[in-house]
């Protein structure tokens, strides 16, 4: 059975950061593109970052650039979003999915095929 299990969202101030976890399980990630997007009451989810589990190709979407890092450590079978310089507009619940043999990055939450439940990231101003 495909998993993948959020954790380390939590309440913190504006400025500060955080590090949340997707741990991923049930099948072999190695040739996926694995994603973090986002979503704040009312509104649609959103891609936040993106990495390749081969090569470590990343992407980050233009409102988390130079504040957001996503890693991945293979031997963990995890991936990793470093955020930084949060802002209140950063709050949301935070997914993790994967895209299945897919070779490359997208933008589109239709692309993926497994989710995570989510994590919770509320910033305080």
């Known amino acids: 059975q495909v998993q993948l299990v959020e954790s380390g969202g939590g309440l913190v101030q504006a400025g500060g950061s955080l590090r949340l976890s997707c741990l991923a399980s049930?099948?072999?990630?190695?040739?996926?593109?694995m994603a973090w997007f986002r979503q704040a009451p009312g509104k649609e989810r959103e891609f936040v970052a993106g990495?390749?589990?081969?090569?470590?190709?990343?992407y980050n979407a233009d409102l988390v650039k130079g504040r957001f890092t996503i890693s991945r450590d293979n031997a963990k079978n995890t991936v990793y979003l470093q955020m930084n310089s949060l802002k209140p507009e950063d709050t949301g619940v935070y997914s993790c999915?994967?895209?299945?043999?897919?070779?490359?990055?997208?933008?589109?939450?239709?692309?993926?095929?497994?989710w995570g439940q989510g994590t919770q990231v509320t910033v305080s101003s």
């Open positions: 999915a994967a895209g299945r043999w897919k070779g490359y990055i997208s933008l589109r939450v239709g692309y993926y095929d497994y």
């Open positions: 049930g099948r072999t990630f190695s040739s996926d593109a």
């Open positions: 990495i390749r589990w081969t090569g470590g190709t990343t």
